[in-house]
């Protein structure tokens, strides 16, 4: 919202009055002096005229958690048990997943309030590298990691992924790098070459590493350097 509506909306003066204000130097966002009426403000921003708090800044919150199988990437589900069982309730306000993982897959998962910041991370645009340890039915081969890095077509989205890079680690086992997070998209591709994924379990997005302390079920605050690598 703009600096000056807040200020008319939460201070009852008048959109003038409040511009005026502003003009004066005598409203200050987090304590900087603003004077820029139109400065578009977040929910997360202290605005104050005179030193008076006119808007209290919620606190922005960005937890990574060690997502355990069986629980469903949603806030709220009547069959399954959700991730937020595994977050204490007085967190929950707001916060959403960015960037969900199926049901049965283990790993990174995102929580956050701040919806700005999650949508950078997970819109397909911005090319955020997600990296996955794979398990697969039946060997992985080099023509898969050929396959994955001219993309793979999606009929039913009638688009072409995104190159996709591919480390084979062993027979069966592979770590898949994609830059978009489309609706089931690991197994998708493998099904679309043939191959079947068994287990798939998330390990970093961006420059984000699930940390190796976290045991399943665990979280923790991410790090403000760690809140950084999503591009502005
Ligand atoms: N791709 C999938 O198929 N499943 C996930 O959980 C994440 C990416």
Sequence with gaps: MKLSRILSNQNGVSR????ALIAAGRATIDDRVC????????????????????????????LMLHKP????SATRDD??????????????????????LDRASTGLLILTNDGNWSRRLTEPRVKLPKVYRVTTAHPITADTSRCFAEGIWFDY???RTSPASLEILGGNEARVTIYEGRYHQIKRMFHAV??????????????IRLDPALAPG????????ETLCVPE
């Design 35 to 62: 004077s820029d009426a139109a400065r578009d403000v977040s929910r997360f921003e202290t605005v104050r005229v005179d030193g008076r708090v006119i808007q209290p800044g919620q606190s922005a919150l960005y």
């Design 194 to 207: 043939g191959n079947r994924v068994t287990a798939l379990h998330r390990e970093q997005m961006g420059d």
């Design 218 to 225: 665990d979280y923790r605050s991410l790090r403000r350097e």
């Design 157 to 159: 989205e009638q688009l």
């Design 79 to 100: 069959l399954h048990p959700t991730v937020l069982a595994l977050v204490p309730p007085e967190l929950h306000t707001d916060l959403h997943i960015a960037g969900r």
């Design 69 to 72: 199988a069986g629980y469903l």
């Design 16 to 19: 003038q009055r409040a511009n």
